[in-house]
């Protein structure tokens, strides 16, 4: 199987971690951008060299996709360890293993510590829970890849207590921007839902508040959903409860949807999938979030998310259920259903966490989606978020980064660079694994100034790198450099980091022209904008 660029530039990434000694490290892809296929390459790149892997899951449907995806993508078969399974004795160099089964000491006895020689974790955010950690701790000497399509700023600070770095990262709006994914549209549906009596049990809603808190609103919720479109749309509703998820489905059914519902005891699930698979617009699948991981749809097109939640991670499994292509159904984008959910909490998970890079960005989406009147495509309003927040901390920094620009000095401060080129995820940028805290390489130092950078304002080597990933790629693209960030800027000119390197070359060249003296007749520095060139 050909792997796309992003997938081989991962694949490659991975490798250099383990190879630069860094045994822990992580990979985040998007759901449905193909984390299987990168995860069995490597696996293969194992095999190839002599070794064996363990690919652990906590769920059998993941583990089926793991051993179909490896025969597909590599032609590898493998073993399987679970329930009475087992891979012990076995030729094949891959396993596929349940944690569950595997945790137990018994069946740890059965395998040397240094059997496997990598491990991968498939939804790696489950890897610091008790069960996986005592398989991981069995095998010490293992390569370890954690897999997932959510790790934020939260949740790799959180695994920073396990893995030593992300190899790769690969963002949901860069895959809808490069076609990967289809765009998401969000709604804000106008019902008010109360949640002031909803306690928070281990850091997120008690799902039993949330189910009664929801129940009066449900008629109105699917009356809602009709006005929207969803008839004509493929819908997956997920619930905070089975009753919950009951009644949602008998209410749309009154109203002429083809409504079903799933739960972890029901005894036709695989019946009841498979209908909705074969289903076309204006059914829907409810569901008590069984549906959040290792089950895949394409042909969704509407995600209705009435399980209110603090978790981001959740809240984009939730989401990224709807997020495949499916270009044979004619499917152009997803439509996302936002509730007004009434909560002095502020961290509840709304669309703009999806793609918001930050929480200033995600409450500036969040204002501009209630207003909106209707959908509105999620990239697009992220994008012009970004630029409000940073707009507006460009004025809070205004007389700091005058400061910066009146230096008498040949080099441009990260701050200035960060605001100048727009950059919202460099400016709000915190490190989240122990190696990001440590203080910046020699080497990184030397290249940074080499770029153009004060390096003694890089206070730690997460930063630094960071900075050096990006003057890289503003090279390749033919961006103006530090240097002409600082000398432009000097004159008055804003965000001269959004120029292309010709332009800034060129008005430095008008303005040496002149000695120096100040900028070109006719040409206000406040307003500049070399694309018109006015």
């Given at each position: 199987?050909?792997?796309?660029?992003?997938?081989?530039?991962?694949?490659?990434?991975?490798?250099?971690?383990?190879?630069?000694?860094?045994?822990?490290?992580?990979?985040?892809?998007?759901?449905?951008?193909?984390?299987?296929?990168?995860?069995?390459?490597?696996?293969?790149?194992?095999?190839?060299?002599?070794?064996?892997?363990?690919?652990?899951?906590?769920?059998?449907?993941?583990?089926?996709?793991?051993?179909?995806?490896?025969?597909?993508?590599?032609?590898?078969?493998?073993?399987?360890?679970?329930?009475?399974?087992?891979?012990?004795?076995?030729?094949?160099?891959?396993?596929?293993?349940?944690?569950?089964?595997?945790?137990?000491?018994?069946?740890?006895?059965?395998?040397?510590?240094?059997?496997?020689?990598?491990?991968?974790?498939?939804?790696?955010?489950?890897?610091?829970?008790?069960?996986?950690?005592?398989?991981?701790?069995?095998?010490?000497?293992?390569?370890?890849?954690?897999?997932?399509?959510?790790?934020?700023?939260?949740?790799?600070?959180?695994?920073?207590?396990?893995?030593?770095?992300?190899?790769?990262?690969?963002?949901?709006?860069?895959?809808?921007?490069?076609?990967?994914?289809?765009?998401?549209?969000?709604?804000?549906?106008?019902?008010?839902?109360?949640?002031?009596?909803?306690?928070?049990?281990?850091?997120?809603?008690?799902?039993?508040?949330?189910?009664?808190?929801?129940?009066?609103?449900?008629?109105?919720?699917?009356?809602?959903?009709?006005?929207?479109?969803?008839?004509?749309?493929?819908?997956?509703?997920?619930?905070?409860?089975?009753?919950?998820?009951?009644?949602?489905?008998?209410?749309?059914?009154?109203?002429?949807?083809?409504?079903?519902?799933?739960?972890?005891?029901?005894?036709?699930?695989?019946?009841?999938?498979?209908?909705?698979?074969?289903?076309?617009?204006?059914?829907?699948?409810?569901?008590?979030?069984?549906?959040?991981?290792?089950?895949?749809?394409?042909?969704?097109?509407?995600?209705?998310?009435?399980?209110?939640?603090?978790?981001?991670?959740?809240?984009?499994?939730?989401?990224?259920?709807?997020?495949?292509?499916?270009?044979?159904?004619?499917?152009?984008?997803?439509?996302?259903?936002?509730?007004?959910?009434?909560?002095?909490?502020?961290?509840?998970?709304?669309?703009?966490?999806?793609?918001?890079?930050?929480?200033?960005?995600?409450?500036?989406?969040?204002?501009?989606?209630?207003?909106?009147?209707?959908?509105?495509?999620?990239?697009?309003?992220?994008?012009?978020?970004?630029?409000?927040?940073?707009?507006?901390?460009?004025?809070?920094?205004?007389?700091?980064?005058?400061?910066?620009?009146?230096?008498?000095?040949?080099?441009?401060?990260?701050?200035?660079?960060?605001?100048?080129?727009?950059?919202?995820?460099?400016?709000?940028?915190?490190?989240?694994?122990?190696?990001?805290?440590?203080?910046?390489?020699?080497?990184?130092?030397?290249?940074?100034?080499?770029?153009?950078?004060?390096?003694?304002?890089?206070?730690?080597?997460?930063?630094?790198?960071?900075?050096?990933?990006?003057?890289?790629?503003?090279?390749?693209?033919?961006?103006?450099?530090?240097?002409?960030?600082?000398?432009?800027?000097?004159?008055?000119?804003?965000?001269?980091?959004?120029?292309?390197?010709?332009a800034a070359s060129n008005m430095i060249g008008r303005i040496a022209a002149q000695g120096w003296r100040g900028v070109p007749r006719g040409v206000d520095p406040a307003t500049y904008d070399p694309r018109n060139g006015v």
């Amino acid at each position: 199987m050909e792997l796309r660029p992003y997938q081989q530039a991962a694949r490659e990434a991975i490798e250099r971690e383990w190879e630069g000694g860094r045994a822990r490290t992580l990979l985040v892809l998007p759901t449905g951008c193909g984390k299987t296929v990168v995860f069995c390459t490597v696996a293969k790149d194992v095999v190839d060299a002599g070794g064996r892997v363990l690919i652990l899951a906590h769920r059998g449907e993941l583990l089926q996709q793991a051993a179909d995806k490896l025969r597909a993508a590599t032609g590898l078969g493998c073993s399987v360890e679970r329930a009475e399974e087992t891979s012990a004795g076995s030729w094949y160099r891959v396993t596929v293993g349940s944690v569950q089964t595997l945790m137990r000491p018994k069946r740890l006895a059965r395998f040397a510590p240094d059997h496997f020689d990598a491990i991968v974790v498939d939804e790696a955010h489950h890897a610091l829970s008790d069960s996986y950690q005592q398989v991981l701790g069995h095998f010490p000497g293992a390569k370890v890849l954690g897999v997932t399509a959510t790790a934020d700023r939260g949740d790799k600070r959180d695994l920073g207590q396990y893995f030593e770095s992300v190899a790769y990262e690969y963002t949901l709006p860069t895959a809808i921007r490069e076609g990967y994914l289809c765009p998401i549209r969000a709604e804000t549906v106008p019902v008010a839902i109360d949640l002031a009596g909803v306690r928070v049990s281990s850091g997120d809603f008690a799902a039993g508040d949330l189910g009664t808190a929801l129940d009066p609103y449900l008629g109105r919720i699917a009356d809602e959903m009709a006005a929207a479109g969803c008839m004509g749309r493929k819908t997956v509703a997920f619930l905070p409860l089975v009753a919950t998820s009951k009644k949602f489905a008998a209410a749309l059914a009154e109203r002429g949807f083809d409504a079903m519902e799933v739960n972890g005891d029901s005894t036709d699930r695989a019946e009841t999938l498979a209908r909705f698979d074969a289903a076309g617009p204006g059914s829907v699948l409810c569901n008590s979030m069984l549906l959040t991981e290792g089950w895949d749809c394409p042909s969704v097109d509407c995600v209705v998310v009435l399980r209110a939640t603090k978790v981001r991670s959740l809240y984009v499994q939730m989401v990224g259920r709807g997020t495949r292509l499916s270009p044979a159904t004619g499917k152009t984008d997803l439509l996302v259903l936002d509730f007004l959910w009434m909560t002095e909490r502020h961290d509840l998970c709304r669309p703009a966490h999806i793609v918001a890079r930050s929480p200033e960005v995600a409450e500036r989406m969040t204002q501009i989606a209630e207003t909106a009147g209707g959908p509105v495509d999620l990239d697009a309003v992220e994008r012009q978020a970004s630029e409000d927040v940073v707009r507006q901390r460009e004025e809070a920094l205004a007389e700091q980064l005058a400061s910066m620009r009146k230096r008498k000095r040949a080099l441009v401060d990260p701050v200035q660079f960060a605001m100048s080129i727009r950059s919202e995820d460099l400016a709000g940028w915190e490190p989240a694994f122990p190696a990001e805290l440590e203080p910046p390489t020699e080497k990184q130092l030397a290249a940074l100034e080499r770029y153009g950078i004060f390096p003694d304002a890089v206070e730690c080597r997460g930063k630094a790198s960071l900075l050096l990933d990006r003057l890289a790629q503003r090279r390749r693209e033919g961006l103006a450099t530090p240097k002409q960030i600082r000398r432009l800027e000097s004159y008055g000119f804003r965000a001269v980091g959004t120029w292309p390197f010709e332009a800034a070359s060129n008005m430095i060249g008008r303005i040496a022209a002149q000695g120096w003296r100040g900028v070109p007749r006719g040409v206000d520095p406040a307003t500049y904008d070399p694309r018109n060139g006015v």
